[in-house]
């Protein structure tokens, strides 16, 4: 699934909201959606259950934690529950490693370079709703003049259905 196809199919209750302005949390949303599609097939490999779920709630909980972030009045609440979803989306991008035997490599990759540019641009909006900056070392792939350095729309998103290995 491209991401540019994917969009056009988002209900305009879902897309007429002001959220869906924020480019991090349509990615987080379509990163839930990739992730649905991957768990169902990783779930058929009865020792990856376990995985799958903590992959799949990892991935929702990112668009969840935007959403209430961005529901906040306050800027220290919002870079909270956005500090959330940077969790959400490192452990992710964790699972995502952990199940990396059962998966295409290109597939893999993809997902990862998804997870990777939403880290980033939570990476880039926590201190700026803090006002602060975030406690750890400076990281190399953040690049705060351009937050959005990979461009999703091109990314090559690949379908999940005929390339998992051992199934």
């Given amino acids: ?6 969009v056009i199919e988002i209900p305009q209750e879902i897309t007429n909201d002001a959220l869906w302005k924020m480019n991090v949390y349509r990615y987080a949303l379509f990163l839930a959606d990739v992730a649905w599609n991957d768990v169902k097939i990783l779930s058929k490999n009865k020792f990856l259950i376990s995985s799958c779920d903590q992959l799949y709630r990892s991935a929702g909980s990112v668009s969840a934690n935007i959403s209430e972030g961005y529901s906040r009045r306050s800027n220290r609440d919002q870079a909270r529950f956005y500090e959330y979803a940077l969790g959400s989306a490192r452990e992710c991008r964790g699972w995502y490693f952990k199940v990396r035997h059962n998966m295409d490599k ?3 990759d993809s997902r990862l370079e998804l997870i990777t540019e939403i880290i980033k641009m939570l990476l880039y909006i926590v201190p700026n709703q803090r006002g602060s900056k975030i406690r750890e070392p400076e990281v190399p792939y953040l690049n705060n003049e ?5 461009i999703i729309e091109e990314m090559n998103i690949h379908p999940t259905e005929k390339k998992f290995k051992g199934y």
Wanted: aromatic share 14%; proline share 7%; charged share 20%.
């Fill in 146 to 150: 351009n937050p959005n350095s990979v």
């Fill in 1 to 6: 699934m491209r991401y540019k196809d994917w």
């Fill in 106 to 108: 290109q597939i893999l």
